[in-house]
C-alpha cells in the first residue's frame, strides 16, 4: 500500500514503532557506521540491486552471492582498525619531534618558541582535552601541522573562524607537503590529513557524519578549534553556531584549543561555555603572550585633523622602513573603514565588502605583499599572517583591550622590531586646558592602556598574562613611548637550568625504552580517556539533577507567599499583596516588579506560554517526540505553577537585589549583554533559552534555582 509522496506504509512500521521517523531510521540507526554516510539504507539496497542486475549482465561471479560480510570477518576487520589506530598513537610518541620540527620550520637550527615544545608532547601523547595559549606569530599552527604530517592514516579536523584563515592555513599546509583539503560540503575529502572547517559548517549534519565515520573507523586523530576565544564573544545573535562548537567535545577523540588571547581571569568562563571540566583539562600557557617586539604608542592629535595626521603618519613610516613595508590602518567601523581606504587610496577589508571568494582574494593578496597598505575593521584581526606588516594604526582604541592585543599581533611576524600606535584626539577648552578623548565605552582594561603614564606593557600584561611586577618595557623589548621618554629597562632574574644528563646510547637499550613508551601511552591514554569519561557521566547526573531541584523549588514556592520567601521568613500561605512582613511601599515596589516581568524578552520555546516554566514540567504540555519537541493539552488542562516563577523573580528583585545584582551582572557579561540600560539588559538576559537536562528552559528558571542552591550567595562571598 502507498500513500502519495510517501515511502511504503510496511516501511515506516518499523520506524513508527520506535517512536521516530523512517528517515531518522535510516540516517541515524539503520546504517552501518563503516559504510558511506551520505546514503540512507534503503537508498543503498536500491543502487546494490541495480549494481547486481550489471554483474549479472557482465556474468561477473558477485552477482551469485548475498553480498553478506560474514560477522567474524567484520570483527576482524574492527579488530585490524583498532590495532593500526593504537599502532599509529605508539609510533606517534617516538618520533624525533625535533628533527621534524626542524624540516617543517626549513631551518637546520630551528628552535621552540615558548610552550611549543610542552603543547607538541601534550598532543602527540594524546592527552584529551589541551588548551594552548600562546602569543601571536609563536607557531601554534605547528601543534597540528607536525602531528599531521607523521600521522599517515589518520585525519586533524580544524575549525577555523573566517574563511580567509582556512585559505592561509591550506596554502601553508600544501606548502609543507601534508595533505589538506576545505570542507565545502560536497564531496568528503577521505584523503586529506588535515581538513579545514568553519564552525558554521562543523555543526552541520553532513560534516558530523564525516567525522563520525572516521571516529568509528579509527582514524580520527583529534579535533583542533583555532581562535578558540571566538567561543566568548559569540552570542544567540552574532555566529550563533560558534556555540554549538561544545559538541565537539563529545566526539570521543582528542580535542584540542588554540588562542594568544585568553586572560587568565577569563579561563573559568572559557571553561565554562566550551562545556569543559578544568580537572580534565591539560593548559600550556605562554609566561607572556605580549610581543617582545612591538614598540606600543598613543599618538595625540588635535581633533578634526584626523585625516591629515593619517596621511602624514603613513607616510613617515614608508620611508623609515622602505617601500616594501605593509601597514594595516584598523578603524572602530564601517563606513570609516570606507571612507580612509579612499583617501589612502587603498583596500578596505570588512564584513560586508564581498563575497568569501572576493575577501580570500583581498587577504591572500595582502598575505602575499601584493598590497602593502589596507583599511581594516576587527575582522582582520584573526590569523592574519603577513610577514611584511611591520605598522599597525589604530584611529580609535579598541573598546576590549583583548582586540587591541589582537590585532597589534599582526605587526612584527617575522620577528623583525615593529610598531602599534593609537591615535588620540585632545581639544582645547575654553578654560585653555587641553582634554583627551577617552573612546566609546572602554572597559579598564583598555581604558588603563590608553591612560598609562609609565609603562605601556603594564596594563597588557596584566590583563593578557595576570602579572602584577611589571614596572617598564625590559632589557630585549621595543619600547613603547612612554618608556622611550625615560630611558632605562629592568630585567627578570633569569632561571638556571640544569644540564640534562645523555642516557645510554646502545640499540638494546634504546629498543626497551621505546617499547615501554609505548606500554606507558597506552596505559596513559586508557587513564585520560576513563577520567573524562567520568566528569561527562557527572555533568549529565547534575544537569538531571537541576531539572528536578527546580521543580521541587516551584513546588515550595507555589505553596507559600512570594515575598515571604525571597526574605526568607517563615513561609505561610497567604497572597504576596497581603503579606503582614512588607510595608506599603514594599508592597508597591513588589507591584512594580511584577508588572515589568511581562518586558521579558523570550526566545522561542524558552517557557511555558502561561505560567513561564519549562514546557518539560509544566502540565499543560506533552511531548510529541524524541527529539523534545511538546504541545499543549488543551486549554482546559491549567498549568500547576501560574504565576509562581514570575512572583518569585519579582520578589528576589524587589527584596534581594544587593545580593542579586552582582550575581546578575556576571551572568550578563557571560552572556554577552553588555549593550543598553540595566533593565533592558536584565529583561533580555531573563528570557534566554537555555538547556536543563537536555530540555529547554529560561534563564528566569536559572535565577530562581541558583538563589534556592546558594550559587548567589557564594559568588558575593567570593567577591
Request: charged share 30%; hydrophobic share 35%.
Amino acid at each position: 500500500m502507498l500513500y502519495w509522496n510517501k515511502a511504503p506504509a510496511k516501511s515506516n512500521a518499523r520506524a513508527l514503532q520506535s517512536g521516530h521517523s523512517l528517515e531518522t531510521e535510516e540516517g541515524n540507526y539503520g546504517r552501518s557506521m563503516v559504510e558511506s554516510p551520505f546514503q540512507t539504507m534503503a537508498e543503498r539496497e536500491e543502487f546494490r540491486r541495480v549494481s547486481m542486475d550489471w554483474h549479472r549482465v557482465l556474468e561477473f561471479a558477485s552477482a551469485w552471492e548475498d553480498g553478506r560480510m560474514h560477522p567474524g570477518v567484520r570483527a576482524e576487520m574492527v579488530a585490524q582498525q583498532e590495532k593500526q589506530a593504537l599502532h599509529r598513537w605508539s609510533s606517534l610518541a617516538t618520533v624525533d619531534l625535533k628533527a621534524e620540527f626542524r624540516r617543517l620550520a626549513g631551518r637546520p637550527d630551528a628552535e621552540y618558541r615558548g610552550k611549543q615544545e610542552e603543547s607538541l608532547q601534550a598532543v602527540m601523547q594524546r592527552r584529551l582535552r589541551v588548551l594552548v595559549v600562546m602569543a601571536t606569530g609563536t607557531g601554534k599552527s605547528m601543534l597540528f601541522m607536525l602531528p599531521a604530517s607523521v600521522s599517515l592514516d589518520g585525519v586533524t579536523v580544524v575549525v577555523a573562524p573566517l574563511n580567509a584563515l582556512r585559505d592561509h592555513l591550506q596554502d601553508r599546509c600544501d606548502r609543507l607537503g601534508i595533505p589538506c583539503a576545505k570542507w565545502d560540503g560536497r564531496r568528503p575529502p577521505y584523503w586529506a590529513r588535515i581538513v579545514l572547517v568553519t564552525p558554521e559548517s562543523a555543526v552541520t549534519k553532513g560534516f558530523s557524519r564525516f567525522i563520525d565515520e572516521k571516529r568509528m573507523l579509527h582514524q580520527l586523530d583529534r579535533i583542533v578549534i583555532d581562535e578558540c576565544h571566538v567561543l566568548l564573544e559569540s552570542t544567540k545573535d552574532w555566529r550563533p553556531d560558534v556555540l554549538k562548537m561544545t559538541e565537539m567535545t563529545e566526539k570521543g577523540t582528542q580535542v584540542v584549543y588554540l588562542t594568544a588571547t585568553l586572560p587568565p581571569t577569563l579561563q573559568p568562563a572559557f571553561f565554562q561555555t566550551a562545556g569543559l571540566d578544568a580537572e580534565t583539562v591539560t593548559v600550556c600557557r605562554d609566561e607572556r603572550t605580549t610581543r617582545t617586539n612591538i614598540a606600543y604608542q598613543v599618538l595625540e592629535y588635535p581633533r578634526g585633523t584626523l585625516e591629515k595626521v593619517l596621511v602624514e603618519l603613513v607616510a613617515a613610516k614608508r620611508r623609515r622602513y622602505g617601500p616594501e613595508v605593509q601597514v594595516i590602518v584598523y578603524c572602530p567601523t564601517v563606513e570609516e573603514t570606507k571612507r580612509l581606504a579612499r583617501l589612502l587610496q587603498c583596500s578596505a577589508y570588512y564584513r560586508e565588502m564581498g563575497s568569501d571568494v572576493e575577501k580570500a582574494r583581498m587577504v591572500r593578496s595582502f598575505t602575499l605583499g601584493m598590497e602593502k597598505l589596507c583599511t581594516a575593521t576587527n575582522m582582520l584581526g584573526l590569523g592574519l599572517d603577513a610577514a611584511g606588516v611591520r605598522v599597525v594604526i589604530h584611529v580609535a582604541m579598541s573598546h576590549l583591550l583583548l582586540h587591541y592585543v589582537q590585532e597589534s599581533g599582526r605587526a612584527g611576524r617575522a620577528g623583525l622590531d615593529s610598531e602599534s600606535i593609537v591615535l588620540r584626539a585632545c581639544y582645547r577648552t575654553k578654560e585653555g586646558t587641553v582634554k583627551k578623548a577617552l573612546g566609546y565605552k572602554l572597559e579598564q582594561p583598555a581604558k588603563d592602556f590608553l591612560t598609562a603614564e609609565s609603562c605601556r606593557r603594564i596594563a597588557i600584561d596584566k590583563h593578557m598574562d595576570g602579572r602584577l611586577d611589571r614596572q617598564r618595557c625590559e632589557v630585549g623589548e621595543s619600547k613603547c613611548d612612554l618608556c622611550q621618554q625615560h630611558p632605562g629597562g629592568t630585567k627578570r632574574p633569569a632561571v638556571e637550568e640544569e644540564p640534562e644528563e645523555l642516557g645510554e646510547t646502545e640499540e638494546s637499550t634504546a629498543a626497551a625504552a621505546a617499547e615501554e613508551q609505548r606500554k606507558e601511552l597506552e596505559r596513559a591514554m586508557a587513564v585520560e580517556e576513563r577520567r573524562v569519561e567520568i566528569q561527562q557521566r557527572r555533568r549529565t547526573e547534575q544537569m538531571a539533577y537541576e531539572l528536578e531541584r527546580l521543580e521541587q523549588h516551584l513546588e515550595r514556592w507555589s505553596h507559600a507567599c512570594a515575598i515571604c520567601m525571597a526574605i526568607r521568613a517563615n513561609p505561610a500561605r497567604h497572597n504576596w499583596n497581603e503579606c503582614p512582613k512588607a510595608t506599603e511601599v514594599q508592597l508597591e515596589l513588589m507591584q512594580a516588579k511584577v508588572t515589568s516581568m511581562h518586558r521579558v524578552k523570550w526566545e522561542r520555546y524558552a517557557r511555558c506560554l502561561y505560567c513561564w516554566a519549562p514546557q518539560a514540567i509544566c502540565n499543560k504540555w506533552e511531548e510529541t517526540s524524541t527529539q523534545g519537541a511538546f504541545k499543549t493539552r488543551g486549554m482546559h488542562v491549567p498549568c500547576q505553577y501560574d504565576g509562581v516563577l514570575q512572583q518569585a523573580v519579582a520578589a528576589l528583585l524587589a527584596f534581594q537585589q544587593p545580593t542579586c545584582t552582582p550575581w546578575l551582572e556576571q551572568q550578563m557579561k557571560d552572556a554577552a549583554i553588555v549593550h543598553g540600560s540595566d533593565e533592558v539588559r536584565l529583561y533580555k538576559w531573563l528570557g534566554l533559552k537555555i538547556k536543563m537536562c537536555q530540555r529547554d528552559a529560561n534563564q528566569m528558571c536559572r535565577l530562581l534555582y541558583a538563589w534556592e542552591e546558594g550559587h548567589v550567595h557564594s559568588h558575593v562571598a567570593a567577591d
